[in-house]
């Protein structure tokens, strides 16, 4: 399978507890997103990396989280003092730099925070 | 940004055309229509973009009006498995290329 990746598909914490997520983007591809959906709602931003570079972040994106791509293939998302509210499918996305401008969605990770 | 309205949820019998609306009133010159969709349990799929002229590709054909306040994707032919959440976007600026979700239409295909 040469699609987006990610890890764990489902990650159950209590409330206060550090968790981190990890995506594999599709080889070759340079830019990586992370998206947050709660239930009913379409995703929502939080940020993206070109290559190593983190470009762009979300106001959402509080400073209990934290993303990185050291080497510009995978990347990982660590929530610090998980709250209940941080319950949500956390979504990794990843396209070419040029050319197509698609996003390639991975199958996320499901966060149940207790 | 240009903001999307599309219905909340849709019906569509088995192997008829499924036909979904979505209004983007305030969509600027430089602005791209695209059309995701999002199987329970899945992240979402892209299905076709365009600006200004009809697109067809192997899933979908996308229609927008001469005055691009609007756009219609069908799916000719729908299948159980097109039972899906469909989002309408419209692409940021030039500078980002982040996808802005809105609630999207919630499509049941029924035997």
């Known amino acids: 399978d040469t699609g987006v990746s990610q890890n764990p598909r489902h990650k159950i914490t209590k409330r206060g507890q550090n968790v981190t997520f990890r995506c594999d983007p599709i080889s070759e591809h340079n830019r990586l997103y992370w998206y947050r959906q709660t239930l009913g709602q379409g995703p929502e931003f939080l940020t993206y990396f070109q290559n190593e570079a983190q470009l762009e972040k979300s106001r959402l994106l509080s400073d209990r989280f934290s993303a990185e791509r050291p080497k510009g293939s995978f990347s990982t998302l660590e929530i610090q003092r998980t709250e209940q509210g941080d319950s949500a499918m956390y979504l990794c996305?990843?396209?070419?730099?040029?050319?197509?401008?698609?996003?390639?969605f991975g199958p996320g990770t499901r966060l149940t925070v207790l | 940004d240009a903001k999307t309205t599309q219905p909340t949820s849709m019906d569509c019998a088995e192997g008829r055309a499924a036909n979904l609306p979505c209004n983007h009133s305030?969509?600027?010159?430089?602005?791209?229509v695209y059309w995701y969709r999002q199987i329970h349990s899945q992240g979402p799929q892209y299905i076709i973009h365009?600006?200004?002229n009809n697109e067809t590709n192997e899933m979908a054909s996308l229609i927008i009006t001469e005055d691009r306040k609007s756009s219609t994707l069908i799916l000719p032919h729908a299948t159980l498995r097109d039972t899906a959440v469909y989002y309408c976007i419209v692409r940021l600026s030039y500078n980002t290329d982040k996808l802005i979700f809105g609630t999207g239409t919630r499509l049941q295909v029924f035997p």
């Open positions: 365009g600006l200004k």
């Open positions: 996305a990843s396209r070419p730099g040029i050319g197509a401008d698609t996003q390639y």
């Open positions: 305030t969509i600027s010159g430089n602005e791209y």
